[in-house]
């Protein structure tokens, strides 16, 4: 197979290992705690079918890292050898090994680093052998010989992976004339041979004018499972003329654009199940039979039909939304690929600081879009680092307190108000008050605690940069980069809010839409203009009564919404839209939320809840601050979806100006 008809299988191949490196992650964790032997079996597997495609789909030098491990894995399922932490340790770094190799193939990069070289060498170590030579070095491209002297010994357990070497030497034959000798000298006495495994080696002469990359390529699928070397016969190393100097380079962009095209694709695929897609064929039919019942109205309209018209539009219409569903439906995922990076991430972290901690999920099957999915993981790592590094206390504190001394971390997913709920709550010490209050009079963001809420106190520790650790770990602290967490949620049009209480925990709330792709909202007209305020965003609307509104120096116009004081946005000054109205009692007020904060959005009325689908104004136009893209409303008028966070954030710079 060309190289080109290969990578269309690679990206696939490297899809399916990713899962069975989560497969042989959340084994070899269950065996860490216990687990039964057929675990062993089943990473075992996960790891001989990484293996085998990584021979096959050309990255040798995976293959021979998962044949090491393969083989540990193979002396614990033998029995040969007892499961214990070290050998549970080894395999989890190997793992992480593969997911780096998988990353740098991703990139066009060589697979093998310090790190995977370093953990292939504890694998054979712990096996008391030497680590073997690299594979790379047998793919050289290039290499030109008349002839080649190849050394082919098979491992041992060869023929129980379904490898025969005699079809190897059989596709040599193909490449040009073979001189074999069979190489006897591992072959047992009678009493001991054991007709499953393979005793023989050969060394072989091929006299044809050959690359090394094409001899390589016969041995693609026992990469790993044998000692193999392929050198050019001396007398016959075919010199390479000066023009072809080049190629080395030309080989760097290959796999730079190879690299290139497949970190594109990382995320440009999704597998569906087949009934979603049989719905959705099945809907497309509905159609077209409805299209073709109102085609008829074309050639022949018969004001007496007018009945049979409005149900096929009724129709329509129905098969549709129900189409849209469908379609939106192959892009939802359950957020259990998410949760399930979490119970390898609190292990270590819990060893590595001395705390027991139980880790629990709920609502693993709920889907979300996928494009929400791939971009919410970084802002869950760092809220579980925080709850384990400065929310969970160490055991003896725990039992001094009354507590179980092993804490309890819970994720949660739910469907709540047509939006996902994400939360993150720990059985921890929860916030610290005092310590919180003080650091913000310290850097000024307060003049005092007195009479802050609970609520605003914890919002403090959204403020960047704030922290109450007194020393700062490679971990987290909480507080740390909060503010980063928000703005991340805040960019995929969600919601985070936290709720604690002193020596019973924290709970932190991710509130997030269904999709990116259509949103719900509220279009609000403004002057000749029509916005959508995404309705995830909208606490209430309400019209003022011009006494209501208070300017203050410096701070704009305020109103008073529920016990505090929310600065006012006006719309048409924002985006200076013509013929808008100007008096507070002839328009009405939206109160959002946004980056963790409230405010008023004055329009002129509102015209109705819609389904907006997102058109990206960044890649029609430009980026615009305070709008995160466009939708066509039903008259065919473009309306501008308002980011509620990006406003926020300008009234914030705008005020502090």
């Known amino acids: 197979m060309s190289n080109a008809g290969l990578a269309q299988f690679q990206q696939v191949f490297i899809e399916e290992s990713l899962e069975g490196l989560d497969t042989m992650e959340s084994s070899l964790l269950a065996l860490d705690e216990g687990g039964d032997g057929e675990l062993v079996h089943t990473i075992f597997r996960a790891a001989h079918s990484i293996k085998?495609?990584?021979?096959?789909?050309?990255?040798?030098?995976?293959?021979?890292?998962?044949?090491?491990?393969?083989?540990?894995?193979?002396?614990?399922?033998?029995?040969?050898?007892?499961?214990?932490?070290?050998?549970?340790?080894?395999?989890?770094r190997s793992v992480d090994c593969l997911r780096g190799m998988f990353d740098r193939a991703r990139a066009?990069?060589?697979?093998?680093?310090?790190?995977?070289?370093?953990?292939?060498?504890?694998?054979?170590?712990?096996?008391?052998?030497?680590?073997?030579?690299?594979?790379?070095?047998?793919?050289?491209?290039?290499?030109?010989?008349?002839?080649?002297?190849?050394r082919f010994q098979p491992h041992a357990g060869m023929l129980a992976g379904g490898n025969d070497p005699l079809r190897l030497i059989r596709e040599l034959a193909g490449l040009g004339e073979l001189s074999i000798e069979?190489?006897?000298?591992?072959?047992?006495?009678?009493?001991?041979?054991?007709?499953?495994?393979?005793?023989?080696?050969?060394?072989?002469?091929?006299?044809a004018p050959v690359k090394r990359e094409d001899i390589a390529a016969v041995f693609d699928w026992v990469e790993g499972e044998c000692e193999l070397s392929i050198e050019p016969k001396p007398s016959t190393v075919?010199?390479?003329?000066?023009?072809?100097?080049?190629?080395?380079?030309?080989?760097?962009?290959?796999?730079?654009?190879?690299g290139t095209r497949e970190a594109s694709?990382?995320?440009?695929?999704?597998?569906?199940?087949?009934?979603?897609?049989?719905s959705m064929i099945n809907l497309v039919g509905e159609l077209v039979i409805t299209q073709s019942m109102l085609d008829t109205f074309r050639e022949d309209f018969d004001p007496a039909r007018l009945p049979l018209l409005q149900q096929g539009l009724i129709q329509l219409a129905r098969h549709a939304r129900e189409l849209q569903e469908s379609v939106m439906g192959i892009r939802m995922l359950p957020i259990a690929s998410v949760f399930n990076r979490f119970p390898r991430l609190v292990r270590d972290l819990s060893q590595k600081l001395g705390k027991q901690v139980k880790l629990e999920l709920h609502g693993e099957q709920t889907e979300l879009d996928k494009t929400v999915l791939e971009k919410i993981g970084d802002p869950m790592v760092h809220l579980v680092r925080n709850a384990i590094d400065h929310g969970l206390e160490m055991p003896d504190k725990r039992r001094a307190a009354g507590k179980h001394e092993m804490g309890t971390l819970k994720l949660d997913a739910f469907h709540r108000g047509g939006n996902i709920v994400v939360e993150v709550s720990d059985d921890g010490a929860g916030l610290n008050r005092e310590a919180i209050v003080n650091k913000a009079i310290e850097r000024g963001l307060i003049a005092s605690g007195e009479g802050l809420s609970e609520e605003a106190v914890g919002e403090l520790i959204f403020q960047p940069g704030f922290s109450t650790a007194a020393v700062t770990t490679d971990l987290s602290g909480r507080g740390v980069g909060m503010d980063v967490v928000r703005r991340n949620v805040s960019d995929l049009g969600g919601t985070v809010t936290i709720r604690s209480k002193p020596g019973q925990g924290s709970v932190f709330t991710i509130t997030l839409p269904l999709t990116l792709a259509i949103i719900d909202g509220l279009t609000a007209a403004v002057g000749e203009e029509r916005y959508i305020v995404p309705l995830v965003s909208i606490v209430e609307s309400v019209q003022l009564k011009p006494e209501a509104l208070k300017t203050v120096v410096g701070g704009g116009e305020l109103f008073r919404f529920r016990g505090e004081y929310l600065p006012v946005l006006r719309l048409h000054e924002l985006f200076g839209c013509d013929g808008a109205k100007r008096s507070i009692e002839e328009g009405l007020l939206i109160v959002v939320e946004g980056d963790?904060?409230?405010?008023?959005?004055?329009?002129?009325?509102?015209v109705g809840q819609q389904q907006a689908v997102v058109k990206s104004l960044e890649a029609n136009y430009r980026r615009v601050q305070g709008v995160s893209g466009a939708t066509i409303l039903a008259d065919g008028a473009v309306a501008l979806i308002v980011?509620?966070?990006?406003?926020?954030?300008?009234?914030?710079?705008?005020?502090?100006?």
Do not use: Y
């Not at 694709?265 to 049989?278: F, G, L, P, T, Y």
């Not at 963790?596 to 509102?606: A, I, T």
């Open 643 to 657: 980011d509620i966070a990006g406003l926020v954030r300008l009234h914030s710079r705008r005020k502090a100006a």
């Open 108 to 150: 066009g990069q060589p697979l093998n680093d310090a790190v995977s070289d370093g953990v292939r060498g504890e694998l054979a170590a712990m096996m008391g052998r030497e680590a073997p030579a690299q594979a790379g070095p047998a793919r050289r491209a290039g290499d030109q010989a008349e002839a080649w002297m190849i």
């Open 52 to 92: 085998g495609g990584a021979a096959t789909f050309g990255f040798p030098e995976m293959a021979s890292f998962t044949h090491e491990a393969e083989s540990l894995l193979d002396e614990v399922r033998g029995g040969k050898r007892a499961i214990d932490k070290p050998i549970v340790e080894l395999l989890l």
């Open 265 to 278: 694709a990382e995320s440009s695929s999704v597998r569906v199940a087949i009934d979603k897609i049989d």
């Open 182 to 207: 069979a190489d006897l000298s591992r072959l047992p006495s009678l009493d001991k041979l054991d007709p499953s495994e393979c005793h023989l080696g050969w060394n072989i002469e091929l006299k």
């Open 596 to 606: 963790g904060s409230r405010v008023g959005l004055f329009v002129d009325g509102l």
């Open 238 to 258: 075919v010199t390479p003329v000066a023009a072809a100097a080049p190629a080395p380079a030309n080989i760097a962009d290959a796999a730079a654009a190879r």
